[in-house]
């Protein structure tokens, strides 16, 4: 299959990709501070440099989007037409990457936590349930 858009188009889009201070990322640092926790970001000590680190509740959370990390069953984690075995390499390494980084989170003592873009709404009172329930609140 071809691509709708030309090489150059296609590029100029994924620069703009960010792997830092995404939409969904904020969304999630915005129903923590509200909530009256305190936390840090990307800390380089620690394997794979979280998104956001609770040190009170030894607790890190992973904001992964659905594409980039592959969410099963997820309509967002869709398989791309063209060029697909080079994206079938990038996000399987992208997966495994992530495996490695939680099991040496998990053996350092750390909770790990997943959230999915997916999972992140529009409604402040949705996320925050969806927090707590990943906290154990």
């Given at each position: 299959m071809v691509d709708k858009i030309t090489k150059e188009k296609r590029s100029w889009n994924m620069q703009r990709i960010r792997s830092k201070d995404t939409k969904p990322e904020l969304i999630i640092r915005s129903v923590l501070h509200r909530m009256?926790?305190?936390?840090?970001?990307?800390?380089?000590?620690?394997?794979?440099?979280?998104?956001?680190?609770?040190?009170?509740?030894n607790t890190?959370?992973?904001?992964?989007?659905?594409?980039?990390?592959?969410?099963?069953?997820?309509?967002?984690?869709?398989r791309p037409k063209t060029n697909s075995?080079?994206?079938?390499?990038k996000i399987a390494k992208n997966i495994e990457r992530d495996k490695k980084h939680q099991k040496a989170l998990r053996e350092l003592g750390w909770n790990v936590i997943v959230v999915w873009e997916c999972q992140i709404k529009k409604d402040f009172e949705l996320n925050r349930a969806l927090v707590e329930k990943k906290l154990g609140l």
């Open positions: 009256g926790l305190r936390f840090r970001l990307h800390k380089k000590e620690l394997p794979g440099k979280p998104d956001i680190v609770l040190k009170k509740l890190v959370i992973f904001v992964h989007g659905c594409f980039w990390h592959r969410h099963e069953n997820c309509i967002e984690a869709s075995e080079f994206w079938e390499k």
